[in-house]
T-cell receptor
Framework: TQLLEQSPQFLSIQEGENLTVYCNSS?????LQWYRQEPGEGPVLLVT???GGEVKKLKRLTFQFGDARKDSSLHITAAQPGDTGLYLC????????????WGAGTKLIIKP | KAGVTQTPRYLIKTRGQQVTLSCSPI?????VSWYQQTPGQGLQFLFE???????NKGNFPGRFSGRQFSNSRSEMNVSTLELGDSALYLC?????????????FGPGTRLLVL
């Protein structure tokens, strides 16, 4: 069974600080997606990375897929209160018709 | 374009009862997937329907079932509820069931089993 481990599970920082959250596995994924979920809402897709070593930027958010396609990171520069939410990663499982395997999430709180 | 809608948003049931949750996908989307979300567990895949046919199924007991109608609306049913079924149930729709197709999630139905 493939697993995706996210770390840290919880992070509370001040506005303006930088942070990185991680998504790790011992298995190879065909792709890796990052979502943000706010209270009372479903997850919203932020980005999909498919190539080992790929880096994508979305304003202050930088996403990286590991060279071996087993891990990914999300870096936020100058965090803002609007970045608060649950960040979830999900990997495409090549052995299960690309079914998504989900991490448990990182709960991020940005304090003003 | 309206997003994915789920009804009801909140539900309280007692053990042994059954429940039916409803999901209306984005207009034009033919694939609907259901997930169970619990704190610390992430999203667990229940099943996916495309054109009224179940395409994939997760590792859940037979008490969990679903169906999809010709208008792509979907329902999931949980019979003989257990305390551990308390969770947020999310529905996601996509245009097709192709791998890596972008999924759009509804707000979820929060089920509490007492």
């Amino acid at each position: 069974t493939q697993l995706l481990e996210q770390s840290p599970q919880f992070l509370s920082i001040q506005e303006g600080e930088n942070l990185t959250v991680y998504c790790n596995s011992s298995s190879v994924f065909s792709s890796l997606q990052w979502y943000r979920q706010e209270p009372g809402e479903g997850p919203v897709l932020l980005v999909t990375v498919v190539t080992g070593g790929e880096v994508k930027k979305l304003k202050r958010l930088t996403f990286q897929f590991g060279d071996a396609r087993k891990d990914s990171s999300l870096h936020i520069t100058a965090a803002q209160p609007g970045d608060t939410g649950l960040y979830l990663c999900a990997g495409g499982d090549m052995d299960s018709n690309y079914q998504l395997i989900w991490g448990a999430g990182t709960k991020l709180i940005i304090k003003p | 374009k309206a997003g994915v809608t789920q009804t009801p948003r909140y539900l309280i049931k007692t053990r042994g009862q059954q429940v039916t949750l409803s999901c209306s996908p984005i207009s034009g989307h033919r694939s609907v997937s259901w997930y169970q979300q619990t704190p610390g567990q992430g999203l667990q895949f229940l099943f996916e329907y495309f054109s009224e046919t179940q395409r994939n199924k997760g590792n859940f007991p037979g008490r969990f079932s679903g169906r999809q109608f010709s208008n792509s609306r979907s329902e999931m049913n949980v019979s003989t509820l257990e305390l551990g079924d308390s969770a947020l149930y999310l529905c996601a729709s996509s245009l097709t069931s192709a791998p890596q197709e972008t999924q759009y999630f509804g707000p979820g139905t929060r089920l509490l089993v007492l």
